[in-house]
């Protein structure tokens, strides 16, 4: 048996998440259906670094899975794109350790978080930003915020009450804010989220540059280590896992 990892990109628009469920299309269920179509074996699996939630979007998700064919790498990216649909590309695969794994090998996470300046949201881009209509976040109000995030902090106050993980303590590397055309991109890098992190920071920082906290508050959420802090989650469809890294 051989281990291969794969970097995935997904549109999350039409899937209820990454993770297999029951009766629901999910990132996960769609490439194993490939890998066992490819393999002729149901009990093929694939790992990933992590799961995102329904219409979340992902340049960089890594996953791995064990196999018993001998083809080459480049063979690889194109038999499962020609299986998978149109809204899942493997981008590249490579043979790697047997210790290698896309969850407990990872070292670091980066996402990013968009929203759209535009006065009128085009229909074209709905599944992919944030519209902010007639709110015009003060992005230097919420780099003052960002700065307080930074370093490693127990993040209860950021995660879902869902979050199965006992320790809530993570680090964030950097925490950047800028213009990027009509969007307003948030890029953060990490070396690890909990459940919903992200999309609640996002939030917390989109209140502050309106004006509904102070940048000083972001301090205060932190400790108060409650969610219902934090206001409202950042809706998911402005969210993309950007890469995930690793020492192979």
């Not at 549109?11 to 299309?25: A, E, I, K, L, V």
């Not at 502050?208 to 802090?229: F, M, N, S």
């Amino acid at each position: 048996m051989m281990r291969i990892k794969a970097t995935v990109a997904y549109d999350g628009t039409n899937f209820s998440g990454y993770q297999s469920q029951p009766n629901m299309r999910t990132v996960q269920s769609d490439i194993d259906k490939a890998l066992r179509k490819m393999h002729k074996d149901d009990t093929i699996h694939s790992v990933a670094s992590g799961r995102t939630d329904a219409g979340v979007h992902a340049f960089g998700q890594v996953i791995h899975f064990d196999t018993p064919l001998s083809i080459t790498e480049e063979s690889w990216v194109t038999a499962l794109n020609v299986l998978l649909p149109k809204d899942i590309r493997i981008l590249t695969a490579k043979q790697v350790s047997d210790e290698f794994h896309a969850r407990y090998s990872a070292k670091g996470k980066t996402y990013q978080y968009r929203w759209s300046r535009k006065p009128i949201h085009s229909p074209f881009e709905r599944n992919y930003s944030v519209h902010l209509g007639k709110w015009n976040p003060d992005i230097e109000r919420m780099k003052e915020g960002a700065v307080r995030l930074l370093g490693t902090h127990d993040f209860t106050s950021f995660c879902s009450a869902k979050t199965a993980t006992s320790s809530k303590v993570r680090t964030i590397r950097s925490l950047e804010i800028n213009e990027e055309g009509h969007e307003l991109v948030l890029t953060i890098e990490g070396d690890g989220f909990l459940y919903n992190m992200v999309r609640t920071i996002a939030g917390v920082l989109y209140a502050v540059g309106i004006g509904w906290d102070e940048p000083r508050d972001v301090t205060e959420i932190l400790q108060a280590r409650d969610r219902k802090r934090a206001g409202k989650t950042a809706p998911a469809h402005g969210l993309y896992l950007m890469s995930v890294t690793y020492d192979q």
